[in-house]
Each structure stands twice: as structure tokens, then as C-alpha cells.
């Protein structure tokens, strides 16, 4: 059984990490509540397993735990497929989120899973090129490289695309 400071030491992190975590993660899965049972399971886990990780791995570790869980129900879902968030036509106008998150999805299309992932990590998840390297297994001028050939290709579509909608006006 955990100590009392633990479970204080566990609260604090949990405080101070589950918006960012789960924002990764809906991100990541495009659905709510498997977010949320990706980064319960990561504290969850936080708590039956305490380890010994300072303030600055934390976070690594954090972003890192929320990561594999997200490619493991990536892998969960190619075995079982079902209908993509992008073909519900069902939102409703309140959901303001849901709509931005399609829209960032729908523009992040063009890019290669890798890049669009590197992508969102650092925007959305306000995530360092060194952080994204030590969650993502690689480095970070692998990243650095990634990211600056995934922005390339964004500026070169919409460049595109704003050219082609000045014609039409």
C-alpha cells in the first residue's frame, strides 16, 4: 500500500500532467474516451508500479507511457477496424473541440504518419524537439529533420491552395 506522501506526490503529478497527457493522447486517437483511458492507465500504472523517475524524466516518461499506449490501440484498431472519426457526419455544432481536431487531422493528411506525428507533438502538445526525440525513440536532429520536411510539404500544399482559391474569387 502507498504511503500518504506518495499518494500526495502521485496527486500533484497527476495535477500538473493529465491535461497535456490527455490532449496528446485525444490527438493521437481522435477519440475522447480512449484519451482518457490511456493516460488513467499511465497514472494507474504511476501508482501500482512507483518508480524512482526525477522531475526531469517525468515528463519523458509521461509523454512517453501515454505515446506507446496510444500505438498500441493504433494496433488494436487495424485488427478490428472501425468507421474513421473524419466520415461522422454527426457533430453537432457545440462541439467545437471535435471540429477543431478534424480540421488539424484533415490539413496534417498530407504528411506521413511520422511527420504528422512529430507534427503534432510539437504543436499541440507544446512538446521540445529533444523531448519528442527521447518519447519517440530517436534523434532529435532525426526529429529536427522530420519536422522541418513535414512544414516544407505544408507550405508548399496551402501555398497551393491559396493560389487556386484567389483564381476562382
Not at 141 to 167: G, P, Q, V
Request: net charge negative; aromatic share 12%.
Amino acid at each position: 500500500m502507498a504511503s500518504t506522501a506518495d499518494i500526495r506526490q502521485l496527486e500533484c503529478i497527476i495535477d500538473e500532467y493529465q491535461d497535456r497527457l490527455f490532449a496528446f493522447a485525444f490527438y493521437q486517437t481522435g477519440d475522447y474516451n480512449v484519451a482518457q483511458d490511456i493516460v488513467q492507465d499511465v497514472f494507474f500504472n504511476l501508482y501500482a508500479k512507483p518508480r524512482s523517475i526525477d522531475k526531469v524524466g517525468l515528463r519523458q516518461f509521461l509523454f512517453k507511457s501515454v505515446y506507446y499506449g496510444c500505438m498500441n490501440h493504433r494496433r488494436q484498431q487495424q485488427r478490428h477496424p472501425v468507421v474513421p472519426l473524419t466520415q461522422a457526419h454527426h457533430i453537432t455544432d457545440a462541439d467545437e473541440n471535435m471540429r477543431e481536431y478534424l480540421r488539424i487531422e484533415e490539413m496534417l493528411s498530407i504528411l506521413p504518419d511520422n511527420q504528422a506525428t512529430i507534427v503534432r507533438m510539437h504543436f499541440a502538445d507544446d512538446l521540445s524537439f529533444v523531448d519528442i526525440a527521447a518519447i519517440l525513440g530517436l534523434s532529435p536532429n532525426t526529429i529536427k529533420s522530420r519536422f522541418r520536411y513535414a512544414i516544407s510539404k505544408l507550405r508548399t500544399h496551402f501555398k497551393y491552395l491559396d493560389f487556386e482559391n484567389e483564381d476562382v474569387q
